[in-house]
């Protein structure tokens, strides 16, 4: 018999037989990981099995390549904080579809596990966490092996009016470097590099170039399915604050 524990950030439930459920979660040492909760629809485990939430998870099976069986205690629920704020349930959504989808099955990415509670923890605090959410999508591309480069233009090498992002390299380019491609390039806004405005216009045109590579990178070199709703749902309400 196999079993570890860990704490985890819940991402996903889906029916398993009548009375039990197949969680995936993201854990600190043991990467994005599924398995069944047995009971998982009583009325004392159901209530705790809702996105985001943090666990206390226990894994055991046979054989490491089997399903196995989680048992969970709550750590914290971040359904209070998400239920009374639009913004805060369209973020709630869109990280833990994100993560559901692109993180490698038990791989363990124990920084970027770090980074993703803080984010969490910052819901409902609307002021901060658009920005926040920002870093942590760029911060994602960059843990899956697709980082932007907006440290100094691709073509000319100067680190003065970088103003676009080539969709080939990911790399930022100045005004002067694109000359007759500006059309074909991405926006990048200040705020992506750490300056200027951050109100939400701001974000959300960052946010579209991160996209791109959400979508045309990581996401599709994975399998042949869309950028989930929920990250364009969120992307709406952040440029509407």
Known sequence: MIEWRDEAALLATRPFGETSVIIEVFTAEHGRHAGVVRGGTSRKVAPILQPGAQLAVSWKARLDSHLGAFSVEPVRSRAAAAMGDRLALAGLNAVC???????????????????????????????????????????????????????????????????????????????????????????????????????????????????????????????????????????????KT
């Open 97 to 239: 579809a994100l993560l559901a989808m692109v993180l490698p099955e038990r791989e363990p990415h124990r920084a970027f596990y770090d980074r993703t509670v803080a984010l969490l923890d910052l819901l409902g605090q609307s002021d901060v966490w658009p920005l926040a959410y920002l870093r942590w999508e760029l911060a994602l591309l960059d843990e899956m092996g697709f980082g932007l480069d907006l440290s100094a233009c691709a073509v000319r090498g100067v680190n003065e009016d970088l103003v676009f992002v080539s969709p080939k390299s990911g790399r930022a380019v100045s005004r002067e470097g694109a000359g007759e491609w500006a059309d074909r390039m991405l926006p990048l806004p200040p705020v992506m590099a750490g300056r200027g405005d951050a109100s939400g216009a701001q974000i959300a045109r960052a946010l579209f170039t991160t996209g791109y590579f959400l979508e045309h990178r990581l996401i599709n070199g994975l399998a042949d399915r869309p950028v989930p709703p929920a990250r364009a749902r969120l992307v709406d309400l952040i440029a």
